[in-house]
């Protein structure tokens, strides 16, 4: 059909568009970091194959759903690896689970761009009432992963801004070891906190920018 030395599989990546026979999330990632044109390549495409995550986690990125984390200002990095544990089944959660294994590694990568990209709307605009307290316990037992302002890593989540109900939920996930989340470490350091410090941290953490 095609002649020449050409192979027909590199013929067929050239004419479908998009398509790219070596595309691997991570380095696209990568590429995007050192580069400010793929980055904003990648962020654009990412706008659009974001759509069917909009309906929960809001069109850039700001939760609508009180359970439902913000994923605006993660590190896109952060949010590759949590994609890559809900397609391997490390993270649990079927819907996600399901929805993560359909992706393409192009929009997997554009994907964690795109929200890594969004500014962030703290999800409660004003300190709640044990706010002050709840840094001092942040300082003490999560900043040393998260960072001084919870603006996470490539290997940890930001905290700052996030929703209430998602910081609490996940508290007790850990707090009770249900399975949902596996980390020894941050079981240690929930348990250290104690149940009845969780609303100081979660009011001290919500209204971060």
Known sequence: MFRGS???LL????????????????DLIAGALADSE???ALANEGANASFFCANCHGEDGN???GEVPNLAGQHPVYIHNQISAFVQGVRKDPFMEGLMRVLSEREKASIAVYYANSSVRPATAQAGSRADEG???????????HGDRARGSTEYPRLAGQQPEYLRIN???YLTMSGERIYPA????VRQLGERNFDAVID??????
């Open 6 to 8: 050409v192979p027909y």
């Open 63 to 65: 939760s609508r759903i």
């Open 135 to 145: 840094a001092r316990f942040y300082v003490e037992f999560c900043a040393r992963c």
């Open 204 to 209: 001290y953490l919500s209204s971060l920018d």
């Open 186 to 189: 941050m079981t240690g350091a």
């Open 38 to 40: 793929q980055h904003e």
């Open 171 to 173: 508290l007790q996930r």
């Open 11 to 26: 013929v067929l990546a050239l004419w479908l568009p998009g398509a790219a026979l070596s595309e691997n999330a991570a």
